[in-house]
């Protein structure tokens, strides 16, 4: 029997959502794994109270850099050619700055979740403790990893826009040479 094309397409797209959210996937990843081997476990919790302040330290920081990267980008876009070519496909910068937002906002979720859990997990029942664990360990994972698709990101603006700027400087030559081969 084969697969009906929607359906096909369906799968194609969602395989493709996957492929370009790889940091959310794995964290997903991550966090089911994390909820199924503890939850079909009978071991009481250990005290992770550390953990959560290091979950917290970590989102801060992660926060805080991917704030900065994102002003960065912005501020960059602003003085030059590679700036004015974005421009003129992401006017307000909102497709641009996306990937920083996202990482800004689960960087600060994951330190308030993150202290929240330091001061209340010996009071939670044991489900939402394992729940808010496992969406804690997830937040942190996806933090670590989307540091690292910041970072790509980063990298292919930075290539870009120098490329543009060779291409400039490449043009600039050619001109001055006909210049001088003109006089």
């Given amino acids: 029997m084969a697969m009906k094309p929607h359906r096909r397409n369906a799968m194609r797209r969602l395989g493709t959502v996957l492929r370009q959210e790889w940091d959310a996937t794995l964290s997903a990843i991550a966090a089911l794994v994390f909820w199924v081997a503890v939850g ?26 991917a704030f900065v990267a994102g002003r960065w980008v912005s501020d960059r876009l602003s003085k030059d050619e590679y700036g004015t070519l974005i421009v003129a496909f992401d006017p307000d910068e909102s497709r641009t700055q996306h990937p920083y937002f996202v990482m800004t906002l689960a960087g ?13 997990i010996d009071e939670l029942p044991r489900f939402l403790a394992i729940v808010l664990y496992g969406l804690e360990f997830a937040l942190v994972i996806y933090c670590l990893l989307g540091s690292i698709s910041l970072a790509i990101i980063s990298r292919r603006h930075q290539r870009r826009a120098a490329i543009l700027r060779a291409m400039k400087e490449e043009e600039a030559r050619e001109r001055r040479r006909r210049q001088g081969e003109a006089n």
Avoid: D, H, M, Y
């Fill in 40 to 65: 079909a476990s009978s071991r009481p919790l250990e005290p992770a109270q550390s953990l959560f302040v290091a979950a917290a330290t970590t989102g801060v920081a992660i926060g805080s850099v």
């Fill in 108 to 120: 600060f979720v994951t330190a308030i979740l993150g202290a929240i859990l330091a001061v209340t």
